[in-house]
């Protein structure tokens, strides 16, 4: 009797001590979003934005059509461009690096504390440090420029963050056909596979080839049937400006995977690399076939901590080549300059939302699994 | 069976959160229906005799080169109001563009400062003004007697049909065009007056290796625009585009686009990561021959760099722009709400005074906006823009908030974003001709 | 033999190099921060200086001491409440579970990774309601806030390693609730409290969005006087270097002789261990 009024009282101070948390994130974050989403949808800071007494009116998803195909929000379509890139290489480079200088690690030679410390303290530094010393280092006609002349080469005048040469460009009309062709492709694998294995249903069969069929059809013949999404040829593309940006955040980022990496390696118990090289394992075997795939857990985490860094680049941007900086643009900076600088609120809710949409795609289903994790 | 109720159960509790959320804010911010934005009556400033006391927060974006003339104010201010103790708050970044985004956070979080600088004209009538948040300085004019030293074309400007909103403190011309004598002689180059003059020595100069016109980052492009439109197309067509009698996708506009184009082709490559000072750095060191920029260079290359005027480095009014004097202007308003009502009212009164006004300009580089001001205070530069000032057709700047509201101006930095990226003339006047429908400058 | 000798050889120039890259740019930051400001420039940006010039870290550190007392400020309250809350939350999801408990920790976890632009504006708003806005005390219910979710996890992962026999056998000798984490738990929770601190430190002393759009001049933070100064014109490189030296030092310090801790922090970001 007693231990049972014990255990609810226990459940009770529990509850209690997790509501004030609870109600917090439950109004700072559940509903500070749901606000941000019903503000997206109004037109807060056309016209009156200013006024003590805002109006609002609802406009429904007039905000997100501009974004996507008004004229005048070219930038942000650019930014959307850049985000792609920028993630890709934060992602590839740190994931590349990290692992690399890990496995040059766990080979536990001497100083290896002095090495891992070296190469990690760029993550205790802030971006705006960071960022600043790299606009220094990367200022077009010192630096980086200069490191041709040490070999006696004529010095590099490459325009690390106000360049505004961009390469594989693609015209935004035509973006929905793009973006059917890469579904047509990611199926056919799937598809092609499916009729080589037996095992498949039938119904799996079939599903998967109409939806290869439509995303091809809809690639091929989408624009017959709808308008473009512009009036007029709009070109975007990989921005070089964004080299210098994507390097300084490398630098910054890849102590940590190496971190992470690090600490699979060494959990990976001596027994097995003792195996391995029993059954005749070299070094680099050891890693290709063993250590490597046992460190997916790992790699997941990373691709998920650095996508979502990778959508807060706003600090390292900022700080190196400035807000202004067209070029390195990024949906958070252009939320901040549509927000605090052009005041048009609602439509920079509508960046938030989009960005926020961008980051749920990875957490989400992350989140998801690792509670299955947890409750198993 | 009872897991998934529990699932269920939060899933709803997390939606109406989300769902709340979204509604109780909404209800809050859901005040006054459209209620059109003249409809509010404007509020007169009050005037006070108290003496003042407390601490008076001025806000600007004057720092580095400019700040000692912003120090040499306040230290009139403090002579006259000793009991008032300054909080100078300053936010850097060039023309302001910073400091304009943070003033607007502490506006809309209920926390103006005493006082703001703000560019006169559209920029604080089409933000500011509209907003209602501005304080109607009317009796402060007519107290101070500002309504006959100042010229009335300004007072226009700065005020509209319901009051004057600010007191400028300065006057600054935008259309000059900057570069040491001696090297030009060097090169064989006279100084052009036309726009067909500067191209024929640009690839002249180019053809030296020398960058003809230095230009720095995005706004000093608007700023280079701006010359290069009124040198094309005159001051009345130039005025026009303003008050909506001639199109931006009009042919005269497109022919301001290609001969930008034309003149943007002469400019180093680097610009975009230059602060101003830097491109005037180097026509200073002669790497480039010519730099177009407001006055302020002059006070730049005089205090800072140490140079004579007249001598070390010379001006002319930047090509085909001779006879026209493109202004604009610093000024300080009376935010509604400022925390100290009688500081807010001397320091508004510094700022219009002679004896404020002489202390400031001939640091800035600038000159002042009352016509009775006692030039032998300021130094040969500005002795000259005074007497062009008196003389010269004044027009009012875009890049600088003179002649079109923020919004306006806004956009037009993406068209300029777009057309540096494409260089397309037709374009960007199409563009320009949607943004100003956009931003009502055909009323 | 032999040939082992060239690989280790080989191995630590390739770590030489890997180090010199990786401490360019600290060697730059010096470089110049040291250089008399009439010297820089940026055609001899690599050379050091031949006299040093050390005022530049006075001038710099006068013009961001205002700023860099509010970041002091600012992380020692944030970092002290969240740890506390964090603690408590940690001790609950840990050892206290109850129905649904997994769930809300799940919807807490949420929050460590979102863009923070989606709560910004309702953030700027609620602080204006509340009278927050600009203030220091906005900035440190922000952080305490949105670092809740980290804490508790980090608390959570840290408490899990306790072994439950240890709490069973205390709650035999008629420990309850509160009794049980004040004189079992809190004393055990010192490493934890030292890693949930210097992850909470990092952060909130690095942290710059809010810091610019929460905030009016006077209680900036050191990030954003920094990006003012270094963003601001005409200014001589060797003030914004001596500036994000000042800036970054202490978190530096902190890593440098705390690094074990900083490093269990950064991997608990990863949600598993």
Known sequence: MNSINEKQKNTLFAVLTVLPSVILIGIFIYGFIGNTIYLSFTDWGEGAGLTENVSKNFVGLKNYRELFSGFIHGRFRQDLVNTVYYSFFLLGGTLLFGLFFAILLDRSLKYESVFRTIFLYPMALSFIVTGTIWRWLLAPKGGFNLIPTIFGLPKSDFLWTSSRASILNFNW???????????????????????????????KQISLSVSFGVSLLFALFLYKIFPPLLPYEEMHG???????????????????????YLAGLRGLS?????????????????????????????????????????????DLIFAMAGADNANTGHPSINMYLTTFRANNFALGASIAVILFIIAALFIIPYMIHTHKGREA | MKKNGLKILTASLMALFLILGGMTFAEGQKEAPAAGKAAAPSLEVELTNEQPTGTLEIFSWWAGDEAPALNALIKVFEKNYPEVEVKNATVTGGSGVNAKAVLKTRMLGGDPPESF??????????????????????????????????????????????????????????????YVPENLDKWGVEVPETLDEFLEAAKKLEAKG??????????????????????????????????????????KVVEVWSVFDEVLSYTNNDAASLSWQQATDLVVQGDAAFNVMGDWAAGYMMTTLGLEADEEFGWTASPGTNGNFMFLADSFGYPKGSKNPAATLAWLKTCGSKEGSDAFNPLKGSISARTDSDLSKYNTYAQSAAKDFQSDRIVGSLAHGVVANEGFMNDFSTVMEMFLNSRNPQQAANACQAIAIQNGLYK | MNKQKTLRLLYYFLMLILVLIFLVPMYMTLATALKDPANINLATSWSFPKKLNWNSFGEAFNMLKPNFFNSVLLTFFATIISAFIGSLNGYVFSKNKFKGSEIIFTLLLFGMFLPYQIILIPLFQVLRTLGLYGTLAGLILAHVVYGIPIVTMIFRNFYDQIPDSIIESAQLDGAHYFQLYRSLILPLSIPGFVVVGIWQVTQIWNEFLWGITLTRPNAYPITVALAQLAGGQAVSWNLPMAGAILAGLPVLIVYIFLGKYFLKGLLAGSVKE
């Open chain 1, 173 to 203: 009309q035509i973006l929905p056909r793009y973006i059917f062709a890469i579904a047509a492709l990611v199926l056919l694998i799937p598809m092609v596979k499916s009729f080589y294995q037996r095992k498949t249903s039938l119904k």
């Open chain 1, 238 to 260: 990989f921005n070089l400006a964004t080299i210098g940006i994507c390097i300084a955040a490398i630098w910054q980022y890849s102590g940590y995977t190496m971190a992470l």
């Open chain 1, 270 to 314: 001596e027994s097995i690399r003792e195996s391995a090289r029993l059954d005749g394992c070299n070094e680099l075997q050891y890693y290709i076939k063993i250590a490597i795939p046992n460190l997916k857990p790992i790699t997941l985490s990373a691709v998920i901590i650095l996508a979502h860094i990778s959508l807060k680049l706003f």
């Open chain 2, 117 to 178: 600088q703000v560019h006169a004209g559209q920029e604080l009538i089409g933000t500011w003004v509209a907003a209602n948040r501005m304080l109607d300085l009317t009796p402060l004019f007519e107290e101070q007697g500002w309504m006959d030293v100042f010229p009335e074309d300004l007072i226009n400007l700065i005020g509209t049909e319901n009051g004057i909103w600010s007191v400028p403190v300065n006057i600054h011309r935008s259309n000059v065009m900057w």
């Open chain 2, 210 to 251: 020398v960058t003809p016109l230095s230009l720095a980052t995005t706004w000093t492009v608007n700023h280079l625009w701006e010359s290069t439109a009124l040198g094309v197309l005159g001051a009345d067509d130039y005025e026009a585009l303003w008050n909506g009698d001639l199109s931006w996708d009009d042919p």
